[in-house]
């Protein structure tokens, strides 16, 4: 069974703060996504990275893949109100599996005005 | 704008009945799944298919099954509701490209109570 773990769980900061959250596994992935969900929605992807050490932006969102494409990072420099909700990491293609994909718990974030 | 649309974003139904989750894609994608969501637990996938008339199984089929008979709808049943079945119920379609998953594209959620 592939495992994703996300750390932290919960995260509570000031508007303008800079954080980073990890996803981290023993498993390669040939994908690595990003979600962010908000209260009684669905999860919306926010970016895909698929090669080893492949950094993306997005806005003041930071997303990296490691070079082992096992683990990852998301990174918000000057959070916002707007950036509160729950960020999933997952990874696709572990397990000979294309599309299915593995799932962390997921990091709640609060960013406090 | 592309979407995935679930038939209900709130459902109570009671013990026992047979309840039916439907959701639609207007992607053409191949690939369809069905999770839910509890807190502490995070998702967990119930059924995926990845092609009309094709099912398989996930991490907790039990209580559950699944029916596409078309490519742009896959149905989650709940054969006899139970209360351990309250949840928020999440569907997603995706398109893998050269064996790539670039991500799913996920619905708004159907919380279901059982009572």
């Known amino acids: 069974t592939q495992l994703l773990e996300q750390s932290p769980q919960f995260l509570s900061i000031q508007e303008g703060e800079n954080l980073t959250v990890y996803c981290n596994s023993s498993s390669v992935f040939s994908s690595l996504q990003w979600y962010r969900q908000e209260p009684g929605e669905g999860p919306v992807l926010l970016v895909t990275?698929?090669?080893?050490?492949e950094v993306k932006k997005l806005k003041r969102l930071t997303f990296q893949f490691g070079d082992a494409r096992k683990d990852s990072s998301l990174h918000i420099t000057a959070a916002q109100p707007g950036d509160t909700g729950l960020y999933l990491c997952a990874g696709g293609g572990g397990g000979g599996s294309n599309y299915k994909l593995t799932f962390g718990k997921g990091t709640l974030l609060t960013v406090n005005p | 704008d592309v979407k995935v649309t679930q038939s209900s974003r709130y459902l109570v139904k009671r013990t026992g009945e047979k309840v039916f989750l439907e959701c639609v894609q207007d992607m053409d994608h191949e690939n369809m799944f069905w999770y839910r969501q509890d807190p502490g637990l995070g998702l967990r996938l119930i059924y995926f298919s990845y092609d009309v008339k094709m099912k398989e199984k996930g991490d907790i089929p039990e209580g559950y099954s699944v029916s596409r008979e078309k490519k742009e709808r896959f149905s989650l049943i709940l054969e006899s509701a139970s209360t351990n079945q309250t949840s928020m119920y999440l569907c997603?379609?995706?398109?893998?490209?050269?064996?790539?998953?670039?991500?799913?594209?996920f619905g708004s959620g159907t919380r279901l109570t059982v009572v």
């Open positions: 990275v698929v090669t080893g050490g």
């Open positions: 997603a379609s995706s398109q893998s490209t050269g064996g790539v998953e670039y991500g799913y594209t």
